[in-house]
């Protein structure tokens, strides 16, 4: 039977120059993502410099919760450089400074949320990054010559059925696929195709 690729670890950086408060993000993440059953890695960041060097380093995140007003470099100076340097990790920015709220938009920003944190605004926040994670997940589909093939939801424009499986019109391609319309369906991001 046909599934999804094993989801790896949602991967978050935790960036905030306050101990306790990077601490208690860490744990409200960590809780969250426990009672929501989603696999995550948390790594913490003191500094915007330090979050900045692992990830030019190679260290990838899915997600980054950037406290806005930090010493050195801030959480909008670190996110403008790492939108320039194409990374498309989701943001989400802590700030006690609510005026910093509309420099978010500039980067493409996923939230703003303001200090002190309310645990189900953070709720809301990491559930939307995650299912917007899960929209960019290929699908692996068995293929009408007996291989496999890895297509990318979002390339799919139209599915139809056909013989014992469905067509899958990707644009420049049509992939052929022994699967049902309906699990092929029930595979793809809720809403895709309605």
């Known amino acids: 039977m046909p599934t999804q690729a094993r989801p790896d670890p949602l991967k978050l950086a935790v960036c905030d120059d306050e101990a306790a408060d990077r601490a208690r993000i860490e744990q409200m993440a960590g809780a969250i993502f426990r009672e929501e059953s989603i696999a995550a890695e948390i790594a913490g960041y003191e500094s915007a410099a330090a979050l900045l060097a692992a990830i030019r380093a190679g260290r990838a995140f899915d997600v980054l919760l950037l406290d806005v007003m930090?010493?050195?470099?801030?959480?909008?100076?670190?996110?403008?450089?790492?939108?320039?340097?194409?990374?498309?990790?989701a943001i989400i920015f802590i700030s006690s400074n609510r005026e910093?709220?509309?420099?978010?938009?500039?980067?493409?920003?996923?939230?703003?949320?303001?200090?002190?944190?309310?645990?189900?605004?953070?709720?809301?926040?990491?559930?939307?990054?995650?299912?917007?994670?899960?929209?960019?997940?290929?699908?692996?589909?068995?293929?009408?010559?007996?291989?496999q093939?890895?297509?990318?939801?979002?390339?799919?424009?139209?599915?139809?059925?056909w013989?014992?499986?469905?067509?899958?019109?990707?644009?420049?391609?049509?992939?052929?696929?022994?699967?049902?319309?309906?699990?092929?369906?029930?595979?793809l991001p809720e809403g895709q195709f309605a």
């Open 163 to 187: 013989e014992r499986g469905v067509r899958l019109d990707l644009g420049a391609e049509k992939l052929e696929a022994k699967i049902p319309i309906s699990q092929i369906a029930a595979m």
């Open 149 to 161: 093939s890895r297509v990318d939801p979002s390339a799919i424009v139209y599915v139809e059925a």
């Open 70 to 89: 930090m010493e050195g470099m801030d959480g909008m100076e670190l996110a403008a450089a790492l939108r320039a340097g194409h990374e498309d990790a």
């Open 100 to 147: 910093m709220a509309l420099r978010g938009y500039e980067v493409a920003a996923a939230r703003y949320l303001a200090k002190p944190l309310d645990r189900e605004k953070l709720r809301e926040a990491l559930l939307y990054c995650a299912a917007s994670r899960e929209k960019k997940r290929p699908l692996a589909l068995p293929t009408a010559s007996g291989g």
